[in-house]
């Protein structure tokens, strides 16, 4: 393993966090990228990963970021300046010659994506041109494409309100099928990447949960973790497109997004699993039991 070599991660929290965590906890030397030096940069740095603040929109503060850096984990949260983000990071990191490993977060729905498709989110559209751009870049680039996150407040907080309302998971997912997966299990296998990227880079990892399953089986595995009855309700799209999103605060972009997603597991979109999580790890991924039942206290409150 080449493991000494300086990894540049943005994010304090997330997936990011997750993600510089478990290189800190591999013995490999990381440096966080934040927005802001509040709390969450005092706390990166209070176990001792080294901090600087910048934005991935600016080419300065990337290529400041960047100096003394080999490798660099590049995600974002669901964001309409994802494609500006990646076209600075690929340009400075070009110009700059120096990572020899770049993991690239994407989405699992760009595998079914062409040029001129119309059927997907803007956000997945931006995560089909990062890709291109990456690899129009030359540098040394692992696409890794988790499906939809159990982390998500469609499985969390929202299943969450109405498991405690009427013990269902109402989502207009209809007997579309899906696999997800959880962030620490996306968090492990971007590590294991960043730690010795030579035999992954030009590799692209479509990383699902172990089984796919229509929303009756999630349910099921749902009700084993909590020791209850939970069943799944199926709703129309548009109703819970215009009832149920709206009440979650998030910004427009990202409604539209979940919205899409929502709709193309109706269409079955999701329905794929593969072993990609135990090829680099040698782990497999969590079941959806397991992750709700160490979450258990979500669906408690």
């Known amino acids: 393993m080449v493991a000494g070599r300086l990894v540049l991660v ?119 041109l990062a890709e291109r751009v990456f690899d129009w870049s030359g540098l040394p680039v692992t696409h890794v494409r988790p499906t939809v996150f159990l982390d998500n407040p469609l499985f969390t907080t929202l299943a969450a309100r109405s498991i405690r309302e009427n013990g269902t998971i109402a989502l207009p997912f209809g007997s579309g099928r899906t696999s997800p997966i959880a962030s620490d299990d996306v968090a492990r296998v971007v590590a294991m990447i960043l730690r010795d ?14 089984h796919t399953f229509d929303m009756h089986g999630v349910a099921e595995e749902f009700a084993k973790a ?43 979109r999701y329905d794929r699993a593969t072993d990609d999580v135990f090829r680099v790890t040698r782990q497999p991924a969590q079941t959806v039991e397991r992750f709700v039942a160490e979450h258990r206290s979500i669906f408690s409150q």
């Not at 990227?197 to 172990?210: A, D, I, K, R």
Request: charged residues 20%.
């Open 10 to 128: 943005p994010g304090s929290r997330g997936l990011g966090r997750k993600v510089l965590e478990r290189l800190h906890r591999m013995d490999v030397p990381v440096r966080a990228m934040v927005r802001h030096n509040d709390q969450r940069a005092a706390d990166l740095r209070a176990l001792g990963v080294e901090v600087v603040i910048g934005d991935l929109t600016r080419p300065e503060t990337v290529a400041a970021a960047l100096d003394g850096v080999s490798r660099m984990y590049f995600g974002m949260a669901v964001s309409p300046d994802h494609l500006l983000a990646a076209a600075v990071v690929a340009s400075v990191a070009k110009d700059m010659r120096v990572l020899d490993g770049l993991v690239d977060l994407s989405q699992m729905t760009v595998s079914q994506m062409t040029a001129t498709s119309t059927a997907e989110s803007d956000q997945q559209r931006l995560h089909y």
């Open 197 to 210: 990227p030579s035999p992954h880079v030009g590799e692209v990892y479509q990383l699902t949960g172990p």
């Open 226 to 268: 909590l020791d209850r009855s939970v069943t799944y309700r199926d709703v129309p799209l548009d109703q819970w497109i215009a009832d149920v999103l709206p009440k979650t605060g998030l910004p427009p972009h990202t409604q539209q997004h979940v919205a899409t997603m929502a709709r193309l597991h109706r269409e079955n």
